[in-house]
């Protein structure tokens, strides 16, 4: 794929997502009676602009983010009953978590899409290509695996993804449902390096299509989305925990190249990645850091619980600092990405 292509479809999948996340936003502000001054796609100076009654939207020249900016968000405003600070906490904690909601709910529709649109694979093995080694570990078709080192599964995204995430592990403990009985299994897979320091197994035998019915559809569309936020949660505790280095830590430069991979596998693939990242989206903007939506629901909830909300300029002095903390690591990664990438 060319160099062009990659940033073209970089940016489209970016900019929807970005664009979803500020319509949350925009969308609760105006419900909640909240005065919205400016609604922009990207930063930098305006390429496109709009004055509307009393918000002005804008199309920004870096497609690197957006904003939906409020009266009153950062800063005490006297006597304005439309400002964001002078509505009741409760209006502003929805306002505020409304932009991850929507991102949960584009992420939620892609893969609606993708299982609706594609084959539904199940959890049971079918049979084995020729060198597959997982058969000599005692797996065998019509097995259905229930259980991948302990923690339940329920589709095959789950699974694959539980499976995958077993770094430099010589085996992979399957639970599987053979004749009505459940059996544990100590499998053994290929691998596939990710550097000189990581590798991870890789499913080698296919498994059955299963019958689309409402049932299963809304099963697999709660299963893989539901494996996707587990994916995340797990990341970030490997890296935590130190079990997986922070240089595995990818950016937007990182993300263009999967976005352009999947987009050359055709439209599933491309839906696949942008629902994960929506979702990364979600679970990343709740977490309880300054900058971030959850940050700023964190102080709303020490609002609620003293009564008394917590000064304007303290609390933005801690988003500031927070932001820029953000940028930093953005820098950070973004040379990771260019200089040592890792694909």
Known sequence: MTLFLQILYTVLVLSVLIFIHELGHF????????????????MGPALLKFQGKETLYALRLFPIGGYCAMTGEDEEVEGDERAMRSKPVWQRMIIVLS????????????????????????????????????????????????????????????????????????????????????ITLDVTFPTEKMDEEMSYPVIDFRVYREQKTLGVILRNVISQTGAYMTAIFDSLADMITGRVSLKYVSGPIGISSVISE????????????????????????????????????LFMVIEAIIRKPVPAKAEGIIHAIGLLLLLGLMVVVAFKDLFFPIY
């Open 262 to 297: 999947a987009a050359s596998y055709g439209w599933a693939s491309l839906f696949s990645v942008a629902a994960m990242i929506s979702v990364n989206l979600f679970v990343m903007n709740l977490l309880p850091l300054p900058a971030l939506d959850g940050g700023r629901f």
């Open 27 to 42: 969308i609760a502000a105006k419900a909640c009676g909240v005065r919205v001054t400016e609604f922009a796609l990207g």
């Open 99 to 182: 932009g991850a909601a929507m991102n949960l709910i584009l992420g939620v529709v892609l893969v609606t899409a993708i299982v609706c649109g594609s084959d539904i694979p199940s959890t049971t093995v079918a049979d084995f290509p020729e060198g597959a080694i997982s058969i000599e570990s005692g797996l065998q078709a019509k097995d259905k695996i229930i259980a991948v080192n302990g923690d339940r599964v329920t589709g095959f995204t789950e699974m694959a993804t539980e499976i995958s995430s077993c770094y430099n592990e010589d085996t992979v403990q399957l639970t599987v449902l053979r004749d009505g009985k459940e």
